[in-house]
């Protein structure tokens, strides 16, 4: 109902500067990788609470318990996709499956190729983090992530790696690949923190 509102009026549900996009739009760095299966593992490492390195290949992490997600997804170039369906496995379930020590506080995620994002521990542990396998009842293409990718909906989506394919526990915060390219280390789209001179 443009028209009827003021000019400073804005609606509420998206993050400030965003606007909702009808279509999903496929959006990375670099190619996409091809799903090779029997190559195919997601580890989890560095500040792990046993100090080990846990690994599933891909029929181990088919067996993990599943769940889902409603969630929107806000890009930092201001497009919002609204009321995705994820399903996959929770970020929660692998944090407890394979703990972090005490002492870690972030995360670095990994994707193919070397993308990276550096999050919270915590970012990773709220409810709506979700490493998926299907949006709205389908499998994930390729170009949106297959076989995998971490969905963190209260972050910018630049946080959430297409095909992912690792955790690496930190014990302080290292910039992942956006954020040695000017982005901000948290990624906050209610708080605008889209680049890093932003930072205190
Ligand atoms: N591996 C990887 N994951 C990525 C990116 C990327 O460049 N590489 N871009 C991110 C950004 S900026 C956005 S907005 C979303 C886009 O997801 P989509 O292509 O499924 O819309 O993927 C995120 N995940
Ligand atoms: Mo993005």
């Not at 497009?79 to 929660?92: K, M, P, Q, T």
């Amino acid at each position: 109902m443009v028209g009827l509102h003021d000019a400073g009026s804005r609606d509420l549900r998206l993050p400030p500067g965003q606007r909702p996009q009808a279509a999903w739009p496929v959006l990375h760095y670099g190619p996409v990788p091809r799903f090779k299966p029997e190559r195919w593992d997601f580890q989890v490492y560095g500040a792990t609470v046993d100090g080990a390195k846990h690994s599933w290949d891909y029929a181990e992490f088919q067996e993990l318990p599943r769940g889902r997600v409603t969630a929107d997804m806000h890009c930092v170039t201001k497009f919002s996709l609204l009321d995705n369906e994820w399903a996959g496995v929770l970020a929660r379930t692998v944090l407890e499956l394979a703990p972090p020590a005490p002492d870690a506080t972030h995360a670095m995620v990994w994707a193919e190729y070397g993308y990276s994002a550096n999050l919270r521990v915590a970012d990773l542990a709220a409810d709506a983090s979700i490493l998926a396998t299907h949006r709205g009842g389908e499998q994930l293409t390729p170009e949106h992530g297959f076989p995998l990718r971490l969905v963190v909906p209260h972050l910018y989506a630049w946080k959430g790696p297409k095909w992912v394919r690792a955790i690496e526990y930190l014990t302080a915060d290292r910039r992942g690949f956006w954020e040695e390219r000017g982005y901000h280390t948290i990624g906050d789209p209610w708080r605008e923190q889209r680049y890093s001179y932003q930072e205190d």
